[in-house]
């Protein structure tokens, strides 16, 4: 990290607190005078429930400095089109015979709102509107598809640069088809390609010098086996791991803690049933007296279970 951090980013396995680690560093932020934005991108995400608020779609300001925003596939793909529609449509309708519905074909192929999603917060953070981004990520390897696409598609553009370069050359000299692309003042499509690379490279800077990344683990050995290789992979994209949050410690045996651990989760089963009236088939595991490691630890919950398909 050469300078500080514009972005926090949450990092693990589902169901270790990452959203609500996120939050809670959000609110520490703002109380610092950081004008804060937590974020997600988490189809799931429960941001909006943990402020009580419909943070859908647009910011929303919940507390002095602190704005929050659940950012649905559909918002990334309106936001893509209106940001990189119109210059995707150049590209390709300087050497096909395409009409401007392409760029609604090509939002919904697989991986591009992902992909849109890291120049969005990338976007934000260059914006001034905010000093703090906290990026609250899919869960498990969500982060390291984002980056993984990131790379391909860096790759793809240094190639993309000669292969279209050589076809539009061999287009512009067929006089037929350069009759029917016409058009005024056409933009050159290899300088857009160059102009993306560029983005690219800049955003992959803000990623490992701008950007803090967080792993979120519980002490449970299949959490922190998923954050060593959250880890692992993160520092083979040259981003280096500096700060680690283990959630849910016990620090003390109490039997008050233990009671009101206890009636907290009844008193949340009641509402998981009362919300669920239609489901038919319930089946409750008993927690185990340590972390689920090996097959054998699997095997005790198959009577559980099998209920399931019985």
């Known amino acids: 990290m050469n300078m500080s951090p514009k972005c926090y980013v949450t990092c693990g396995k589902g169901g270790v607190g990452k959203t609500v680690c996120a939050c809670a560093l959000g609110l520490a932020l703002a109380s610092r005078g950081h004008r804060t934005l937590v974020i997600s991108t988490d189809v799931v995400s429960p941001i909006g429930d943990i402020f009580q608020v419909n943070a859908k779609s647009r910011p929303v300001e919940v507390a002095h400095n602190l704005q929050v925003?659940?950012?649905?596939?559909?918002?990334?793909?309106?936001?893509w089109k209106i940001?990189?529609?119109?210059?995707?449509?150049?590209?390709?309708?300087s050497f096909l015979p395409v009409e401007k519905d392409i760029v609604d074909y090509i939002a919904n192929a697989p991986g591009i709102d992902e992909l849109f999603a890291i120049y969005y917060i990338y976007d934000l953070a260059r914006s001034g509107k905010y000093d703090i981004i906290v990026w609250d990520t899919a869960p498990g390897a969500g982060t390291l598809h984002l980056l993984r696409l990131l790379k391909i598609f860096y790759t793809h553009l240094i190639e993309a640069e000669s292969v279209y370069g050589k076809l539009l050359n061999f287009l512009m000299k067929a006089r037929s088809l350069v009759d029917s692309l016409k058009r005024k003042e056409p933009?050159?499509?290899?300088?857009?390609?160059?102009?993306?690379?560029?983005?690219?490279?800049?955003?992959?800077?803000?990623?490992?010098?701008e950007t803090e990344f967080i792993l979120i683990t519980t002490p449970e050995k299949l959490s922190i086996t998923i954050c060593k290789n959250i880890k692992k992979e993160l520092e083979s994209f040259g981003i280096k791991v500096r700060k680690l949050v283990i959630n849910q410690v016990v620090k003390e045996l109490s039997e008050e803690i233990i009671r009101r651990k206890y009636e907290s989760m009844l008193k949340t089963m009641r509402v998981i049933y009362s919300e669920l009236p239609e489901v038919e088939v319930r089946v409750?595991?008993?927690?185990?007296?340590?972390?689920?490691?090996?097959?054998d630890d699997v095997r005790r919950l198959v009577p559980y279970v099998s209920r399931l398909v019985d």
């Open 83 to 93: 940001r990189f529609g119109q210059e995707v449509y150049e590209v390709l309708s």
């Open 187 to 209: 933009r050159d499509p290899i300088s857009l390609i160059k102009k993306w690379r560029s983005l690219i490279e800049e955003i992959e800077l803000f990623l490992k010098n």
């Open 69 to 79: 925003l659940d950012l649905t596939r559909e918002d990334i793909i309106n936001l």
């Open 284 to 295: 409750e595991i008993p927690a185990l007296e340590h972390d689920i490691c090996t097959v």
